[in-house]
């Protein structure tokens, strides 16, 4: 076990709808990346926080944004769901003197948009 | 072309087989490498990392990247049922802050 974890395990929604995934990482670790992973696919960076601030951003549309609070859990949000959002979403931690490689992934939070 | 090509297989081998897995990339600014391993319904676990060109050994497994083809390699030895799962490549620059991954190779090892 990593010790990031991840909340919902599952999620339903519909189209058009708002969902809120969190994520709590792991002790000592102040970077947070967010991935998507859809079915057969391999995870895409949907964006990364450091010390409460987006550093980074992938090919997604401002509808998918996120928070880092202090104690440096986070959170991702997408707005005006879609089918095609249907995934495994990953969050990844970091400590601080790691690389970008030593990212530790959680389970994931599975979202089924009907 | 996708930055980073994974054959999804599935491939299937009997227990005690070499298995060699293998990604290749275009962008030859990568400069981190990096396997995981991804057992059903979970997240992925870091395998192995690799800076640069070179060979990197950890027990049964063995990274292997070729730059000069944009090449890379996990080979795993006496491969076991425990081993079944997929497995991912991933990527970065120097720069980057995402990890670019393949789509994933999915391993079955049979007792």
């Known amino acids: 076990e990593t010790g990031v974890t991840q909340s919902p395990t599952h999620l339903i929604k519909t189209r058009g709808q708002q969902v809120t995934l969190r994520c709590s990482s792991q002790?000592?670790?102040?970077?947070v990346s967010w991935y998507q992973q859809a079915l057969g696919q391999g995870p895409q960076f949907i964006f990364q926080y450091y010390r409460e601030e987006e550093n980074g951003r992938g090919n997604f549309p401002p509808r998918f944004s996120g928070l880092q609070f202090p104690n440096y859990s986070s959170e991702l949000n997408v707005n005006a769901l879609e089918l095609d959002d249907s995934a495994l979403y990953l969050c990844?931690?970091?400590?601080?003197?790691?690389?970008?490689?030593?990212?530790?992934f959680g389970p994931g939070t599975r979202l089924l948009v009907l | 072309q996708k930055e980073v090509e994974q054959d999804p297989g599935p491939l299937s081998v009997p227990e005690g087989a070499i298995v060699s897995l293998n990604c290749t990339y275009s962008?030859?600014?990568?400069?981190?490498f990096m396997w995981y391993r991804q057992y059903s319904r979970k997240g992925p676990e870091l395998l192995m990392y690799?800076?640069?060109?070179g060979n990197k050994e950890d027990g049964r497994f063995t990274a292997q990247v070729d730059k000069s083809s944009k090449y890379i390699s996990l080979f795993i030895r006496d491969s076991q049922p425990s081993d079944s799962a997929t497995y991912l490549c991933a990527m970065r620059n120097q720069a980057g802050t995402a990890l670019i991954f393949g789509k994933g190779t999915t391993l079955s090892v049979s007792s």
């Open positions: 962008n030859s600014a990568f400069q981190y």
């Open positions: 690799t800076y640069s060109s």
């Open positions: 990844a931690s970091r400590p601080v003197a790691g690389g970008h490689e030593t990212q530790y």
């Open positions: 002790s000592g670790h102040n970077t």
